[in-house]
């Protein structure tokens, strides 16, 4: 009870300092559900739509969605075009080296493998990922064959064409898929790579960083967050 009520004290004060910013612009891709897609309104929906408005209304911030592509994401970040990134993105060394992330709104999500067939050996494939992404990353590190693609949907045209054995990429995003797409199969293989989810923030911006650290701890201190991950199944719970 006293660690909430200090988190909400931390929360009113973070949020003054943060209140000089008008308007915070989140930023995100709008093409990787269930944690963000575009819905049938043509608005920003999902696991993180939801858990941004939640943490702008308790740090009282006045926010604005953005979408932009995922491969100039975090340029479009840093040159100003947007406050925030909200949009899937596991926290690592590399990307740290570029901008600063809040803690982790959830834990890592596993990655896993979506083919044409069950027989698939992933180690002499050619494996499909979306270009900038940790998976890209592990399949280059692993020296397979590596085709990367600009959207989350074209890995999975990818398959389909045969342009690729098959793809990785979070299995919250493949389980969706696979609904759509039954004639796939996801293996049994599975990856734990990357560290958890979190905002990216320009490194200039500490305050801002501090606030949603402060309204993201709120949510886990007092259960909101687990519950929202838990309704939209992106990953395991803390």
Known sequence: MKKLALTTAT??????????????????????????????????????????????ARAELNCEWVTNEWDSIIPNLVSGNYDTII?????????DEVIDFTQAYTPPDPSAYLAMSADIDVDGAVVAAQTGTIQAAFVADQGWTLVEFATPEETISA???????AVLADKSFLDGALESNPDL?????????????????????????????AAIQSMKDDGTLNAMIEKWEVASTF
């Open 11 to 56: 929360l009113a004060l973070l949020a003054g300092a943060a209140s000089a910013q008008d308007v915070v612009r989140m930023g995100t891709e709008g093409a990787y559900p269930p944690w963000n897609f575009i819905n049938d309104a043509g608005e920003i929906d999902g696991f993180e739509r939801e858990l941004g408005d939640e943490l702008c």
């Open 87 to 95: 949009a899937g993105m596991s926290i690592t060394d590399e990307r």
């Open 159 to 165: 398959v389909r064409n045969g342009e690729a054995d």
């Open 185 to 213: 199969v996801m293996l049994e293989r599975m990856e734990q790579i990357g560290g958890g989810v979190g905002m990216g923030v320009r490194e200039s911006d500490a305050e801002l960083r501090e606030t949603f650290d």
